[in-house]
């Protein structure tokens, strides 16, 4: 009998510390659910769990894409010492005519944007011209004074795949005392490449901030920038009121400006041969990659479908074919972009003007006469409005007078 005692309360005992120690580790458990919910409530609204929140990038008006080399030092060099500088400068009190600006519109029963005609564009070119007239006259001791609240960022791409180790040294010395170098490590830079080249430039600059347009031109072009501000502020701000009074006029259009060319045919042969182009016998419409502006928000869509566009030879080409379908893309053409594979005839009016040398740029900043700049007896490309309302054929036919 004792014996029987004796096992039933060893079994007692057994039972009572096997309760004791499940009760203590479900307790145990609940308080350290609580604790951990607590915490992380906690940590939440502390901040600590941003990892999964997108931190707010910098914002520029203006950001200027420059597609450079890495052995191209003299030419970066007379952008930076040249325009680059009067984009923070006004020359005049004199503001800029809004007649001069186009604000586009949709057509109620297409739906599509109303193109400038010609007739708009050479209005729109004449009131420049008085404006400008004014602009050059007027309070000259004013010219060196700083601008408003306009953010401008400008970085030269280079393609470093490829690079020796002594070019990628000069690059980063170049970029930390500048601070303007974009370097694409995974792009080899080639005419072969510049299309992907132009792509992960625009996903770079689009990860590392947010901007309202985009500069892109090449190391040898030079743009009066002040001017292509005070043009590119007035059309924003105009946008903006006429879109935010009324609301139904559709999306607010986004901005392709440029030199437009239609009528070009497909390349077979050469360096810009295009086995992959099989949309057209010619090219779609697109602005002479020698400078065009495009908004912020083209930059971000093309950034996030890199991966999915055909990536033609030409990126200028290309840059018109990916944006050909949007309704919403206004196709600004502009005489003032002088951005062809040569020199136009000289013209006081010009603002972007491509293939000049380190030396044409400096002759730009001090004040220059045409005749300094190019010998106007050989033959140039001749200047034409664009008429949007004829085929790609016929559309490059109204000379500027």
Sequence with gaps: MRSNDFNSRLLNIFIAISAFSLGTFIALMMVSEKLVDKASVQDFQAGSLRDNIAPK???HFLVILVATAAGNVPQRNAMRETWFKNGYLWKSDIPYDPNAVYIPLYDPETGFIRPETPDIQ??????????????????PELDGQKMGNISLAHYFAIGTAG???????????EERKHG???MLDSIWDS???LTRKLLESFHTLDEKFSFDYLLKCDDDTFVDLAILLQDLQSYHTQLKIVYEKRKNLGPIPRLYWGYFH?????KTAGQWKEQNYDLCDRYLPYALGGGYVVSGNIVRQLSQQKDVLKVFKSEDISVGSWLAPFRDVYRRHDVRFDT????RKCQSYHIVLHKRSAEDMRHFQSGFTCSQIQNDAIRRPKEYFYNWQKPPTQCCDISVN
């Design 163 to 173: 690079l020796s180790a002594s070019e990628v040294t000069e690059l980063k010395e």
């Design 180 to 182: 303007d170098i974009l």
């Design 262 to 266: 239609g009528r070009a045919h497909v």
């Design 340 to 343: 062809a594979f040569m020199a």
């Design 57 to 59: 990038k910098p914002h």
């Design 122 to 139: 050479s209005y729109s070119l004449s009131v420049y011209r008085k404006w400008h007239a004014k602009y050059k006259t007027i309070n």
């Design 191 to 193: 005419y072969g490449n």
